[in-house]
């Protein structure tokens, strides 16, 4: 069973629940993402898997997920990373940054970097696979594809 923090609108946590319970009552909680940059500066962009509940098939960042209880961003973030794509990277915050998706719950992002030109071991689970894709071609995916996460395409639009 999975239980993730509950945090207020300072993102300080002042509790904890399961995840399910966590969507069914909207409550606050966190979400770290990984974009990983190789040498040219392309972003690696996963594809999920087609056996997601969310948006399977769906462009998202290079690795990312709920922040479990008891977690810091930073670490939910690193192990997103191995449990996704099988690696440890250091890391660089970008940013956090407050969301509110379509569900209407709350969810503080915390957005890290990291430079590797991979090979990554897919998670078959999470990951269908994975693509580095130059700034500019993503720019115009996000414009004639509706095939990104919806926090992908909110960062990419508020930071890049």
Aim: aromatic share 10%; proline share 3%; hydrophobic share 35%.
């Amino acid at each position: 069973m999975e239980y993730l923090d509950i945090v207020n609108d300072k993102d300080e946590v002042i509790g904890k629940e399961e995840y399910s319970e966590i969507y069914k009552k909207k409550l606050p909680h966190r979400i770290a993402h990984v974009l990983i940059f190789n040498k040219k500066g392309e972003i690696a962009l996963q594809i999920r898997s087609k056996n997601k509940s969310f948006c399977p098939g769906f462009f998202s960042t290079s690795a990312g997920g709920h922040v479990q209880a008891g977690e810091s961003h930073q670490q939910g973030a690193l192990r997103e990373l191995e449990e996704e794509l099988g690696i440890k990277l250091p890391l660089s915050l970008i940013a956090k940054s407050e969301y509110l998706g379509k569900e209407q719950i709350h969810k503080f992002l915390s957005i890290y970097q990291a430079e590797s030109e991979g090979p990554f071991k897919f998670n078959k689970d999470e990951v269908e696979n994975m693509e580095f894709i130059s700034l500019d071609k993503i720019k115009i995916l996000l414009k004639t594809s509706d095939k990104f996460h919806p926090e992908l395409r909110f960062i990419l639009d508020k930071y890049y």
